[in-house]
Each structure stands twice: as structure tokens, then as C-alpha cells.
């Protein structure tokens, strides 16, 4: 008897490529709503009170952020395998995230005002510190795996080792990502209501799950991350946190 695991089938390759095009689909609509939905004027009919809009939005938000924190614990982990293939685990939770991100934004309450609407220099630098935040994201990003974030690899059967790498903006930070995308949000140049709600609710979201997230990598990596957070010591500012 044949101690090689058989190989996933088409199909299951299929559907994970099928997410990862969703996942790539997922942002770039995601991109479109803050850049530019969150930045024009609110249509009459859809302004919001600021009170029923805040807790919709913390709603909508909230099981998004409930997903991506409870299927990363190993216990929401464990019900995955007794219920999918191991090659269709990380395919599914990239389907269930892209379309709930999707519909975060599809459904978020709108609240009319602008708080500030800046020009000249104001824009100029606001603007560079979004940009920032793109090549900080995308400098995290490709230390990442995205073949295997995607579920493709597993998909496919490719077994990777698992590795730790610090290279790139994870020298200055532990969670790049997370810094890149604070630099985006409160980094507009012209600042709606909207765009300050989601910028909030979001990034209160990324704070309060990086100790859940530290844990896991502790659990995965062991003394190889302990040494890490001695080495880079701040999670998302430097300087402060």
C-alpha cells in the first residue's frame, strides 16, 4: 500500500483558481469603493442617520472580521478537515472571505458630509502617504506565498514546507500589511464621513486581532517567531505600537 496521497482532481484545481480570480475580483472592487464610491457625494436616497449607519456598518464589518479570526483558529480549522478535502480547505475560506468582502461593500449604509477636502500641498502629501501605503502592501505581500494563500498549491498537491521569512518592509514592522493599509485609509486627501467610518471600524478591527493572529504564528513557527517579535519589536508603527 502506497503511502502518497492521491492527487486532487481537476475540479478541485478548478475551484481554486475559480477563488483566487474571485479574491484578485474581491479587491479590486474593494479598491473602487474607497477610492472612489466613498468619495463622491452620498445619492439622496441613499444618506443614512449617522447612529443606525454606524451600527449596520460595525455589523456588516464585524462578521467579515468574525470569519477571517474564527477560521484562522486551529478549532475552526479542525471542523474544515473533518467536512473538506485538505486540498479544498484554504479554497473555501478564500471563497467565503472575497464574497463577504464583496458584500460589506455592496451593503454599506451611507452617511453624507465631508470632513476635510484638501488641495495644493494638503493633497500632495496625503496623496504620497497613500502611495505609500500601496508599495508598503504590495512590498508585504510578495514575501507571501500568494499561489498558496490562494489554496492553488494545495489544490494542485504541491506539499511546501513551512518557512518564516523576514525580508522587505517585515524589518520594520511585523504586520506590513496592516501598516500599509492605515496609511491608505486615513491617508485620503479628501476625507467623507464614509471614508472615516470604514477607516475606524476597519483598522480597530486590524488592532484587535493581531494578538489572536501572534498566537497562531506562535503555535505555527514556535521559538522562530518568539525570536522575531525580539527582533522586530513593532507590530504596526514604529515607534508606537
Known amino acids: 500500500m502506497s503511502d502518497t496521497p492521491a492527487r486532487p482532481s481537476g475540479l478541485a484545481a478548478l475551484a481554486a483558481w475559480a477563488g483566487g480570480a474571485l479574491f484578485v475580483a474581491s479587491l479590486l472592487y474593494y479598491a473602487y469603493f474607497f ?11 441613499e444618506a443614512r442617520g449617522l447612529l443606525p449607519a454606524i451600527a449596520v456598518n460595525l455589523g456588516l464589518f464585524g462578521a467579515f472580521a468574525a470569519h477571517h479570526s474564527v477560521m484562522a483558529r486551529s478549532g475552526a480549522k479542525a471542523w474544515l478537515a473533518a467536512h473538506l478535502p485538505p486540498a479544498l480547505e484554504r479554497t473555501a475560506y478564500n471563497w467565503v472571505a472575497s464574497l463577504m468582502l464583496i458584500g460589506v461593500c455592496t451593503w454599506w449604509w451611507r452617511v453624507p458630509g465631508v470632513l476635510y477636502a484638501l488641495d495644493g500641498a494638503g493633497w500632495g502629501v496625503l496623496t504620497l502617504v497613500q502611495v505609500a501605503g500601496v508599495a508598503i502592501t504590495l512590498g508585504g505581500a510578495a514575501v507571501l506565498d500568494p499561489l498558496e494563500l490562494g489554496g492553488i498549491r494545495q489544490a494542485r498537491g504541491e506539499r511546501l514546507p513551512l518557512t518564516f521569512r523576514i525580508s522587505g518592509p517585515f524589518r520594520l514592522v511585523r504586520h506590513p500589511i496592516y501598516l500599509g493599509w492605515l496609511l491608505m485609509v486615513f491617508g485620503a486627501p479628501v476625507m467623507t464621513v ?5 477607516a475606524v471600524i476597519s483598522s480597530a478591527y486590524l488592532i484587535v486581532a493581531i494578538p489572536w493572529e501572534e498566537r497562531s504564528l506562535i503555535d505555527t513557527f514556535g521559538q522562530t517567531y518568539r525570536d522575531y517579535q525580539q527582533q522586530v519589536r513593532w507590530r504596526i508603527v514604529p515607534g508606537l505600537y
Open 35 to 45: 477610492f472612489v464610491t466613498l468619495g463622491r457625494p452620498v445619492p439622496p436616497g
Open 194 to 198: 464614509d471614508r472615516l467610518i470604514w
